[in-house]
């Protein structure tokens, strides 16, 4: 039932492998190496990759791993155990060779495999037939039940005993609850005559079903006045739907024509002297995140440790990593002995701002990185578990491919067609802000920009990047052909966006523009008309690159936005190899002090890298992520 079966080394050497079909598994099993093994996501043991279902196993003592395929449709419970079987006897049978460094001849693993095999599913199969079966119709109580048995005969209605007169169960009640009421207000002299004599005759106009006769009152209300109905309310600065024309300031007369370069205003506004001094900082590449100086913090507790082992007196080690404390001797560690420290740093790295689910995985991926390994003294202990984390939040964070938006566009220039970012997100991140920055850098870089207003949705928008174009050909004066560095395409509110983007790019192509940054509108992650509406922007104009903007200051949030985006963009495209996020922008990230984990979640969640951090207000506070800076700060 077993398609494919192989032992390999993390160096890449194949040991023994089992193939029962002719089927291709090189590209599974490529990908689980990819996607799984090197970008630390080893917490699940199982992958699925088209049809196959793939499990493996760690072996961290030897560098081993064991893997296992078959197909998706089968259900098959022994893999596991069968895993854990063929692992003991591999290491069992050639412990020497592999402790010699793999120098020995060909594995002869076949007799051991096939009779391994062989007896898990003796096992499963006999497991599966003790189980309880469900009881046939024969056998239940049902079955014997006759058809006598199950009609039901009405009961003989009682009559009722003699001397007690036979009256209606209503008027009965209505008595006794009068004579108790009676009683009551006798005792609490609430109620005179008059009254008990009223309350008794709508008492029994109101069981019988009639209404009661009213009554002239001694003492008769004043009448009251009717109330007056709403009314509404008139606003001093208040407008009509015929004022919306003259309010409409996206476009020159109201129209909604097209306007460029921000037409309506002649008149730039003067920069100021800091502003100024702006220009010429952002050539080339952009700067990294600041490290913290967290080395020396790391160097001055090691001393600490030390001094305290040669003084004979135990110095309380707050860190992280001072759990591991009880983790000492030359022993293998198991699961057992990794658990309590796992859960203690589970909750530092959610406490860091890192999703609930993703510090679950991050976790469960480094205690299979651990687990079968001797280890020695605490401060070994400590420093092989620190490293551990250390390089599996490294290798999440490192970009998986190359994003070199300046390369690419340069390319895009010499084919003569401009190159498109298209920006993405949820309410209120930065997008606008964002790609002011990123313009400002591509204007560094001699690059002519055109910012397409497509969120036609929000009040204000269009005068936001309007605001932006103005600031930015103030910094950077028109080239020696009079052309403005900065343009902007706009065509006013409640347009459709993929029209406006496609537009844009046609006059970006047609006036030799280098590049189009893309203003989409800001929109939650269960919206569906405006999420339809982003993937029909995405589809139709097929830009190079698609940033997610999002902030970071969430953490569970932060999954379910990318998770839901993707998933939206991939459901409402129609197509085979749909379009999604090719990379994230994070903003806001100089607010969030040391909890770095929403840089963790995100790239974690999409697989892609972050390609922008911004850092502040101004058009230079846009950086690189600092991975190291990051990977400290998380684990501080």
């Known amino acids: ?217 001694a003492s008769p209300k004043a009448e009251t006045p009717k109330k007056k109905g709403k009314q509404a309310t008139k606003w001093e600065m208040g407008g009509t739907n015929k004022d919306a024309v ?28 800091e502003e100024q001094r702006w220009v010429g900082q952002m050539k080339g590449g952009l700067r990294d995140l600041d490290e913290d100086e967290s080395e020396d913090e790391e160097v001055e507790e090691e001393k600490g440790v030390q001094e305290s082992v040669k003084s004979g007196k135990s110095k309380k080690s707050s860190g992280m990593f001072s759990m591991f404390k009880n983790l000492v001797g030359s022993k293998t560690l198991t ?91 949820v309410n209120g991140v930065g997008k606008s802000t964002n790609l002011a920055k990123i313009c400002f850098w591509l204007i560094e870089n001699g690059f002519r920009v055109l910012i397409a207003a497509c969120d036609t949705f929000r009040a204000g928008a269009v005068e936001q990047l309007r605001t932006h174009t103005r600031k930015l050909n103030a910094l950077h004066p028109p080239d020696k052909n009079g052309q403005h560095m900065v343009q902007l395409y706009e065509k006013g509110y409640g347009k459709d966006a993929a029209g406006i983007a496609m537009e844009s790019i046609n006059y970006a192509r047609d006036c030799h523009i280098d590049v189009v940054l893309v203003d989409t509108a800001g929109r939650m992650q269960d919206n569906e008309p405006l999420m339809r509406a982003l993937s029909k922007l995405i589809k139709v104009n097929q830009p190079d690159l698609v940033l997610f903007v999002g902030e970071a200051l969430v953490g569970n949030e932060a999954v379910d936005q990318l998770t839901k985006f993707n998933q939206a963009l991939a459901d409402h495209s129609n197509m085979t190899n749909p379009r999604l996020i090719d990379g994230i922008v994070l903003t806001k990230f100089d607010t969030i002090d040391d909890k770095v984990g929403a840089a963790i979640s995100m790239t974690y969640t999409t697989g892609q890298p972050i390609v922008f951090v911004g850092t502040g207000q101004t058009y230079t506070d846009l950086r690189n992520l600092n991975v190291k800076a990051v990977v400290n700060a998380l684990l501080k």
């Open 335 to 425: 699961r057992e002995d990794l658990q309590p420290a796992l859960e203690k740093m589970k909750e530092h790295i959610i406490g860091k701002n890192v999703a609930a689910d993703i510090s679950v995985k991050l976790c469960d991926s480094v205690a299979a990185k651990l687990e079968g390994k001797v280890l020695g003294t605490f401060s070994t202990t400590a420093n092989t578990v620190k490293q551990t984390l250390q390089d599996s939040c490294v290798n999440i964070l490192e970009p998986k491919r190359r994003i070199d938006i300046l390369r690419d566009a340069m390319e895009c220039k010499q084919k003569g067609r401009p190159y498109v970012v298209t920006f993405c997100g």
């Open 1 to 217: 039932m077993l398609d494919f079966f192989t032992i390999f080394s993390k160096g890449g050497i194949v040991l023994w492998c089992f193939q029962g079909t002719s089927q291709l598994f090189t590209p599974a099993v490529n990908s689980l190496i990819k996607t799984v093994i090197l970008q630390e996501r080893t917490g699940n043991n199982a992958f699925t990759h088209e049809a196959l279902q793939l499990k493996y196993k760690l072996d961290n003592e030897f560098e081993l791993v064991f893997v296992v395929a078959y197909q998706k449709i089968l259900q098959l419970s022994y893999i596991d155990k069968f895993l854990t079987d063929i692992q003991m006897e591999f290491r069992n049978k050639y412990k020497d060779c592999l402790t010699d460094g793999l120098a020995c001849g060909t594995f002869n693993f076949k007799g051991s495999f096939d009779e391994i095999l062989r007896f898990n599913e003796e096992e499963s199969r006999a497991i599966a037939k003790s189980q309880k079966k469900m009881k046939t119709f024969d056998e239940s109580l049902k079955s014997k039940k006759t058809v006598s048995s199950m009609i039901e005969n009405k009961k003989e209605e009682k009559k009722p005993a003699k001397g007690k007169e036979n009256k209606p169960v209503k008027e009965q009640v209505v008595k006794e609850t009068l004579k108790k009421t009676e009683q009551t207000a006798a005792v609490l002299g609430e109620m005179d005559e008059l009254t008990i004599q009223k309350n008794r005759e709508k008492m029994f106009a109101k069981m019988s079903g009639k209404k009661p006769v009213k009554t002239a009152s």
């Open 246 to 273: 003259s309010l409409d300031y996206s476009s020159l007369n109201g129209s909604g024509d097209a306007t460029i370069n921000g037409s309506m205003e002649e008149k730039h506004g003067t920069p100021s002297a």
